[in-house]
């Protein structure tokens, strides 16, 4: 019987693996220029006279490569020795994850216990083949009524958050996380301030949300890399959770701050600026990225991804980029946030592209309805305030005026106001009837 188990058997391979080192030739802005190492494009380089400083390589040339740094580059030298690590980067998944708080890279950064019995996966992973996936049939309650009714979600569905800074997107993902049906939630925050982190963490997510989720932090001061690797560390977290055939919620906030790091690396590479500013690789990235999440023959992800939308413009090139890959888009209204309203969740704007296939015939009739009432209203609202509106005029806009108080309640919603889907059936039942 054989005493070499698999993980002895890998150490052994990797500590007879040749050693290759190259050179630092150069480092301006972001990049660092590598010469006479030979790695492929996505592999792990270690800078040895720079305190261990790690490093991706992200462009190559004759006879040298572009490396970007995955932390501070105070320190290198020209002539410093590079060494290769053997592969890409890799991290550790496990059950153990539920509860932790881990960084860009998927090392722990909440002062508990190492991860080092766990398994070891390399972050890239190919997208499912589309003919592979299940059919999304089953709906997903997220604990919001305004979603569930009116932009109703699909187990393996992926929906944008579309809104400007301060509108609430923050808030209303802790609220999915807290009352999602999915028992396993993976949480990335990419480019938060430092100051939110754990404000997130210990108010609007709290012990029970945490208990049941990992969260994956990169600050806005973290290196370009380490805030692009953190969005694909969380969706390869949660493809492991999905394959053990859980049902997982995949929340990053925000996919704009993923787009602006490879921006920052596709021009500190070289590429040209394309529109406004972003260079080509940006839109390669983001269907890359977001084909992950979905169905498979095993589990699921659904994916929730926040766009900060510059100036509150729906059609700027990272938002309509990623509408027309996602499966739906939840439109927040800067207009009700400061008006009181949350979630501040424009629902005429909103539309999930599942609604049919997770609805019954009779919940749509429902949600129709309401829909009607709220575009009939925003319709004739200014005549209302200005006293011109004569009653009669419109079924729906009366209908609407009459039911104008309920309706509202019934949208509105505080954080700790979590509603089962049963319930909010039932509520809009008696609101439209």
Same mark, same amino acid.
């Given at each position: ?5 698999? &993980?002895?058997? !890998? ?9 290759? @080192?190259?050179? +630092? ?5 972001? @990049? ?24 991706? =390589? ?63 996966? %390399? ?27 009116? %932009? ?17 997107? /923050?808030?209303?993902? &802790? ?8 028992? +396993? &939630?993976?949480?990335?925050? #990419? ?22 989720? #990992? %969260? ?23 493809? $492991? ?6 049902? +997982?919620? *995949? ?6 701050? %993923? ?49 900060? +939308? ?7 090139? #990272?938002?309509?980029?990623?509408? /027309?890959?996602?499966?739906? @888009? ?10 009181? @309203?949350?979630?501040?969740?424009? =629902? ?7 609604? /049919? ?12 309805? *309401? ?28 209908? !609407? ?16 106001? *979590? ?5 909010? $059936? ?8």
């Amino acid at each position: 019987m054989s005493l070499l188990t698999p &993980s002895v058997a !890998a150490a052994a391979l990797g500590a007879a693996r040749p050693l290759h @080192h190259g050179t +630092v030739t150069e480092l301006v802005g972001l @990049h660092v220029v590598v010469r006479n190492l030979p790695a492929a494009v996505g592999d792990l380089v270690e800078v040895v006279g720079a305190g261990r400083l790690l490093a991706e =390589v992200v462009a190559l040339r004759p006879g040298s490569m572009v490396c970007l740094p995955l932390g501070p580059t105070a320190g290198i030298r020209v002539g410093d020795l590079v060494r290769h690590t053997g592969g890409p980067l890799t991290i550790r998944v496990g059950e153990q994850l539920l509860g932790r708080v881990l960084d860009g890279l998927g090392r722990p950064v909440d002062g508990g216990p190492d991860l080092d019995a766990l398994d070891v996966v %390399v972050v890239e992973l190919a997208a499912p083949a589309a003919l592979s996936r299940p059919r999304i049939t089953q709906p997903l309650g997220l604990g919001v009524r305004a979603l569930d009714a009116l %932009v109703p979600c699909g187990r393996g569905q992926r929906i944008g958050i579309m809104a400007g800074s301060g509108v609430g997107k /923050s808030s209303l993902l &802790s609220m999915v996380a807290r009352g999602s049906d999915a028992p +396993v &939630s993976v949480i990335a925050l #990419v480019g938060e301030r430092g100051r939110e982190v754990r404000e997130f963490i210990d108010v609007d997510l709290g012990p029970d949300g945490l208990a049941r989720s #990992v %969260v994956v932090v990169a600050t806005s001061d973290a290196p370009a890399m380490e805030r692009l690797r953190a969005a694909f560390t969380a969706t390869r977290i949660a493809e $492991w959770f999905r394959d053990q055939g859980r049902d +997982v919620v *995949l929340m990053m906030d925000s996919l704009t701050r %993923v787009a602006m790091a490879q921006r920052e690396i596709g021009l500190s590479a070289g590429e040209p600026p394309a529109t406004r500013g972003y260079p080509p690789s940006v839109f390669g990235l983001l269907p890359r990225l977001l084909e992950r999440a979905g169905t498979s023959d095993r589990g699921s992800i659904t994916g929730l991804y926040t766009v900060l +939308v510059e100036g509150d413009d729906l059609q700027d090139p #990272v938002g309509d980029t990623a509408r /027309s890959i996602l499966d739906g @888009h939840v439109v927040l209204s800067r207009e009700l946030a400061t008006s009181g @309203h949350f979630p501040a969740i424009d =629902v005429l704007e909103s539309i999930s592209r599942v609604t /049919s296939a997770v609805t019954t015939k009779e919940q749509q009739r429902l949600a129709t309805r *309401l829909r009607r009432m709220l575009a009939a209203h925003r319709s004739v609202r200014e005549l209302v305030e200005i006293g011109a509106y004569v009653a009669g005029a419109d079924a729906d806009a009366d209908a !609407a005026l009459e039911r104008l108080p309920r309706i509202e309640a019934f949208l509105r919603q505080s954080m700790d106001d *979590l509603t089962p889907t049963a319930e909010t $059936w039932r509520r809009l039942e008696e609101l439209v009837a």
